[in-house]
């Protein structure tokens, strides 16, 4: 997969993690994009470690599936991060 198509999947899937979370997460599309593409990037390795393939083809549902839950998994994990402790 060239380059430019991981970006897009990585925007895309970063899109549809936020989507599919509950709550309200910061960042803009920017964000999105950084972290959908380190979450595919996570993804394609969880899968080549869990199920011996990662990312194939960019129309690939395995691609998509591991894609967005790579990105389910790093935008948790910057919600954890970046919340505010909350005084009272």
């Known amino acids: 997969m060239g380059f430019i198509a991981f970006l897009i999947l990585g925007l895309i899937a970063g899109a549809i993690a936020k989507a599919i979370l509950p709550g309200r997460q910061g960042g803009g599309w920017v964000i999105t994009l950084i972290l959908g593409v380190v979450g595919a990037f996570l993804g394609g390795w969880l899968g080549g470690m869990i199920f011996g393939s990662?990312?194939?083809?960019?129309?690939?549902?395995?691609?998509?599936?591991?894609?967005?839950?790579?990105?389910?998994?790093?935008?948790?994990?910057?919600?954890?991060?970046?919340?505010?402790?909350?005084?009272?």
């Open 54 to 88: 990662g990312l194939q083809e960019f129309f690939s549902i395995q691609t998509w599936l591991l894609a967005i839950v790579g990105s389910l998994i790093v935008l948790a994990i910057y919600g954890m991060v970046t919340k505010r402790s909350v005084r009272g």
